[in-house]
């Protein structure tokens, strides 16, 4: 199921913010799985708003950007505070702090990136994890020829080393961008080191215990869910 699916109010199951701390008042001990999604949508607006300079912004605005429509978006931010003003809209920058609280994600998380090949140097180089709270930490491959050499600030680390680095460095997600063949046995041994968030970019379906938590992208399922309301 993607994103969109949950976003547009497709599933109505139970989900957790990232690094499972008490909610904050007011907000449901589990949000559903479509609430969830599509506050992380609207964060992902405002984020950008933010950088911009945009101080102020509608319901109208966020739905031509998420597809949601500002009837549902104005209910799903009402369910948890008095955010915006009739004819002025929402303030930016105080609607990031609180919906980053809703989803239990303020703060800094630490991540570790799996594969320094095009794919983990274009991660690694990108600043989309960083604007929500997220922050590569270490850098693993498999290649000696890569493994002590840097990308930006970081040395390639070997993989064998990964416990240690995950209690060292506090990592809670684990960033698979290696080859489909390499993506079960790195899922293994993350759970091994405690590691509860994957996000694979590998097209292997990953076979983790049920108190973790995996998010494949693949952007050919992404293109035919799009097609499929394209065409219908």
Do not use: C, W
Request: hydrophobic share 40%; net charge neutral; aromatic share 6%.
């Amino acid at each position: 199921m993607s994103v969109s699916d949950l976003a547009n109010g497709r599933d109505t199951a139970g989900g957790t913010g990232v690094n499972g701390a008490a909610p904050e008042p007011g907000v449901p001990e589990r949000l559903s799985l479509g609430v969830a999604a599509r506050l992380a949508r609207y964060l992902q607006v405002l984020t950008k708003a933010k950088k911009e300079g945009k101080e102020t912004i509608s319901s109208q605005e966020l739905s031509s950007f998420t597809q949601v429509n500002s009837t549902q978006i104005r209910r799903d931010l009402s369910g948890f505070g008095k955010f915006g003003k009739r004819g002025v809209g929402y303030n930016v920058d105080g609607l990031v702090s609180q919906i980053r609280k809703i989803l239990r994600t303020a703060g800094q998380h630490n991540i570790a990136l799996f594969g320094a090949g095009h794919l983990g140097r274009a991660i690694a180089s990108s600043d989309v994890f960083a604007d929500h709270g997220f922050r590569v930490v270490a850098i693993f491959d498999a290649d000696p020829e890569k493994v002590g050499t840097s990308v930006g600030p970081l040395e390639i680390r070997d993989v064998k080393n990964l416990q240690q680095v995950v209690e060292d460095e506090d990592i809670v997600v684990g960033v698979l961008a290696v080859p489909s063949s390499a993506a079960q046995a790195l899922a293994e041994e993350l759970v091994k080191a405690g590691v509860k968030i994957i996000f694979n970019y590998s097209e292997s379906l990953l076979r983790v215990p049920p108190e973790v938590t995996v998010h494949t992208s693949s952007p050919a399922v992404d293109l035919l869910y799009a097609l499929y309301f394209y065409l219908t």
